[in-house]
């Protein structure tokens, strides 16, 4: 459903008009509460509607933060999603694309496991799997939510595959099922739709040109605002084709890399019809960082893009810090921003 | 013909099956049992994933590196000159890895792996392969604000690793795997991986010494491999198809580690297609000069389905041989 108040919302943050626009990247820590209720869900000792409505509270929470803080564009922080992969692919709760299972637990570093998605069965549209939360979010503010997606790319990479043939077969059926959930969250009204594409480095010799080709199959005659989400790995191996995907805004983690990727776009250019998402707070420090720190990395950022162009966000994610790191990385982004914006007599 | 597996081996199975190696982490982390009691579920589960092994088949058989991290961090870590950094995406995987810094001259000081093979071998009834780290790998991976030169580090790892060999050949260890897997990623980069591989098996006897790789092909560098001092070369013939031509190209002279059972993906294979692939190679070799395995560690699956690709690899290997299972 479209409400008026959600279109005026969508209309007042566009790309023109604004500088250093502040947005999150997706995800934010959990509390306590939730975290328990997902564990007592998992073991069938409380039903989806409790869950649900303490997903909607801790999703309200997130948002009345945001908006105290001031942030532009919010996101919802999925409350409601474990893994951005396992979400879509059969966690519980979640509506899982057809043809997905989730698989047995495998191990991504230290004690850390999750359980690895299985693609068994051609990949069929399960109809929408993100649009309720989406709608909830924005019926909480004026301001525009982001819908979230996972890139085509990155849910085959980092499932396994027991059904196609090859792994292009898999990634070009699943950028019409992201495709499918664009659509939906369209119809309902979302105007910024960010697609993560975390994994799209993974191979750079070998399959670049079909992750793009996968993002092109996924939101190619779209009317929305497409940003995607890359993160860490081997940016500079693929920098002058990734800078083609078909997006508004590619984010990169910035501050985990000292704007090392600022080298690149003085080397290589930024396509002029872009916006940059900068990340200025690491995510994967507890320490918060200092103002002036942050103040000097959006600095450096402004010598190579027009503040018109340039959105201001962390690294990545902020599940794995807790609610305080993640509300106390977000103020110190919003204050810099702040302040610079005084500084260079920015609106 | 034998069969192995290629190190790693899934810590915890699935429910209702306890993850227990995983639960006694987490308790050691919340300071709930001590780390003796954390080596000692250690122990346990590496009796446990011998006696899947050993019930899979599988004639030369690992501790399944329960109790490591990663292969970066769990020999390099005691090593002298090394810290240990933040998280690295493991090549092509969504699994990450500890970063070893490096920052003064790197060092062997005491034994690493002696103590774990001795109890791996004495819960064994198959022979027991030791897994060392490779030179080259580690030095591939390490941030290094010491010796700024990939050569001089992976030299020094090898020196130092020369010392965890020694140590478990003295300890009556037969089967020694070397892990050297980036080498396939950084071909350009084979001097320094020949010298840093020679330094560290170069006399070594007593032994079987394997240099294993994985996740692409040794097409270029299998000829010159033929002139390392290692007896086993471990190839991955499922993510490295350029293997198969490679194998046909060369005079292939060490034994192989035919990695042909697919140990990143769930999809099941079928004992006629491990057959089918161990007699394609039998084609290229004595086939007693086979060596068959997964194409890499098994971690990247689930406990079930890593058990489960274990027994068809069995069954098919016995099929080619005209062996009943």
């Given amino acids: 459903m479209v409400t008026e108040q959600t279109q005026q919302a969508n209309s007042k943050v566009g790309s023109a008009g604004t500088t250093l626009t502040t947005t999150a990247v997706g995800s934010f820590a959990r509390p306590a509460y939730l975290t328990k209720a997902r564990s007592e869900f998992s073991q069938d000792k409380i039903g989806v509607d409790e869950l649900r409505k303490l997903e909607r509270e801790a999703t309200e929470y997130w948002i009345r933060v945001q908006e105290k803080l001031g942030i532009d564009v919010l996101v919802h922080g999925e409350m409601e999603r474990g893994d951005m992969v396992a979400y879509f692919s059969g966690e519980k709760g979640g509506n899982p694309i057809k043809g997905m299972k989730l698989g047995g637990l495998v191990r991504s570093y230290g004690n850390r496991y999750y359980h690895k998605p299985i693609i068994f069965d051609k990949l069929e549209y399960p109809g929408p799997m993100t649009v309720e939360m989406w709608q909830y979010a924005q019926s909480l503010t004026e301001r525009p939510v982001k819908g979230m997606l996972t890139g085509a790319y990155t849910m085959v990479e980092w499932s396994f595959d027991e059904h196609y043939p090859s792994r292009r077969d898999a990634v070009l059926d699943m950028a019409k099922i992201i495709r499918a959930e664009v659509e939906e969250l369209v119809k309902a009204g979302a105007k910024f739709i960010q697609i993560d594409e975390p994994a799209i480095h993974t191979r750079p010799d070998e399959d670049f040109q079909l992750a793009i080709e996968a993002m092109h199959a996924t939101v190619d005659g779209i009317d929305a605002e497409f940003h995607t989400h890359i993160c860490y790995g081997e940016v500079e191996k693929v920098y002058t084709e990734m800078i083609k995907l078909p997006v508004k805004q590619i984010h990169l983690a910035f501050k985990n890399t000292d704007f090392a990727y600022l080298d690149l776009m003085r080397k290589y250019g930024y396509p002029e019809d872009k916006d940059i998402g900068v990340g200025v707070t690491d995510i994967h420090t507890r320490f918060i960082e200092d103002i002036e720190d942050v103040k000097n990395g959006i600095r450096r950022t402004l010598e190579v893009v027009p503040p018109e162009r340039a959105w201001i966000l962390p690294d990545c994610g902020l599940k794995t810090r807790t609610v305080e790191e993640s509300e106390q990385k977000l103020k110190v982004m919003v204050d810099a921003v702040a302040a610079i914006k005084t500084e260079m007599g920015l609106s | ?325």
Avoid at chain 2, 155 to 176: P, T, V
Avoid at chain 2, 245 to 274: C, H, N, Q, Y
């Fill in chain 2, 1 to 325: 013909m034998q069969t192995t597996v290629v190190g790693n081996y899934p810590k915890i199975p699935n429910r209702p099956s306890p993850a227990r190696y995983r639960n006694a982490l987490n308790k050691r982390d919340r300071g709930e049992i001590t780390n003796e009691d954390l080596a000692q579920v250690g122990d346990e589960v590496t009796v446990e994933v011998i006696q899947e092994q050993t019930d899979a088949g599988v004639d030369i058989v690992t501790d399944g590196q329960v109790r490591w991290d990663d292969d970066q961090t769990y020999v390099a870590r005691n090593f002298k000159g090394v810290n240990i950094g933040g998280l690295q995406r493991y090549l092509d995987t969504n699994t990450y890895f500890r970063e070893t810094e490096i920052t003064g001259d790197v060092a062997f000081e005491s034994p690493s792996l002696v103590r774990d093979w001795k109890f791996a071998q004495e819960n064994s009834t198959r022979p027991v392969k030791a897994i060392v780290p490779g030179p080259y790998t580690l030095a591939a991976h390490s941030l290094d604000k010491h010796y700024n030169s990939r050569e001089k580090l992976a030299l020094a790892f090898a020196e130092a690793l020369r010392g965890e060999i020694d140590a478990l050949i003295d300890a009556g260890c037969k089967h020694i795997q070397v892990n050297d897997p980036v080498i396939v990623f950084n071909k350009d980069d084979y001097p320094v991986f020949k010298q840093a591989a020679t330094r560290l098996l170069n006399g070594v006897s007593g032994a079987e010494t394997g240099l294993y790789t994985w996740f692409s092909d040794c097409a270029g560098i299998l000829g010159p491999m033929q002139d390392l001092p290692v007896d086993v070369i471990g190839l991955d013939l499922v993510w490295g198809k350029k293997n198969w031509d490679a194998l046909a190209d060369v005079k292939f002279e060490k034994k192989l580690g035919a990695g042909i059972v697919d140990a990143r993906g769930t999809r099941l294979e079928s004992p006629a297609e491990v057959a089918e692939a161990v007699e394609r190679l039998a084609r290229l070799m004595p086939a007693e000069r086979l060596i068959v395995s997964p194409s890499c560690g098994l971690e990247y699956l689930p406990r079930e389905t890593a058990f489960e690709k274990l027994k068809v690899m069995v069954e098919g290997a016995r099929r080619a041989e005209g062996v009943p299972a």
